[in-house]
């Protein structure tokens, strides 16, 4: 007795074997580390099957594109939601018991300082409005600006203004750091803002 595969089966096949390799190297370009990019290439072509009568032809690699897209931002909004709920302890603050250091105190009293700001920190970006937090989060994330108006699907000159306008609502809700804190530690900035 042979088994029949419906026709969607073989369709399905042909879409994996054209564009799997393509959507991970389309992932990789948004910056997408290579193995969660397969992973998400994966669960793109598990939602591809599940609507596999949906599209046609040309059609399918942008419902390829886009989905596989639409997960990225997914995963990033996750990763961000688990980190922001996360308690952080710092052990670079712990003094050694057995040599007593006067510095010790003042880096403990400074690393409080910058819990205390990040925590704040975190509540003012959760407090933005959702453009803004995109643009923020991922340049976080170390993507660069051409990267964030890629994926968002909008303008480098929106993004860089929105994250200029992120930084500016950022400081005018938290103020500036004192001295001997770095903000850009605080914010988790890097030093390049472009």
């Not at 596999?52 to 897209?69: E, P, S």
């Not at 803004?132 to 480098?156: D, K, N």
């Not at 929106?158 to 750091?177: D, F, N, P, Y």
Request: charged share 30%.
């Amino acid at each position: 007795m042979s088994v029949t595969h419906p026709p969607h089966d073989s369709a399905f096949e042909d879409l994996y074997r054209r564009f799997y390799e393509r959507t991970v190297r389309f992932l990789i370009y948004l910056g997408c580390p290579r193995e969660d990019a397969r992973d998400l290439a994966q669960e793109a072509f598990v939602r591809v099957l599940a609507n596999i009568g949906r599209f046609h032809g040309d059609a399918a690699w942008q419902y390829i594109k886009t989905t596989a897209h639409h997960l990225l931002l997914n995963d990033i909004r996750k990763t961000h939601s688990l980190k922001a709920g996360a308690p952080t302890v710092s052990i670079e603050g712990v003094a050694d018991p057995t040599a007593p250091d006067p510095t010790a105190e003042a880096k403990v009293i400074i690393d409080e300082q910058t819990h205390i700001l990040r925590n704040r920190y975190r509540k003012a970006i959760a407090a933005l409005p959702e453009g803004l937090r995109q643009c923020l989060l991922l340049r976080q994330r170390g993507y660069s600006g051409e990267q964030i108006a890629e994926i968002l699907r909008i303008p480098h000159t929106t993004v860089r203004s929105r994250l200029h306008e992120a930084k500016r609502q950022l400081q005018a809700e938290l103020g500036e750091a004192p001295a001997e804190i770095d903000w850009r530690e605080v914010a988790g900035e890097s030093d390049d803002e472009e």
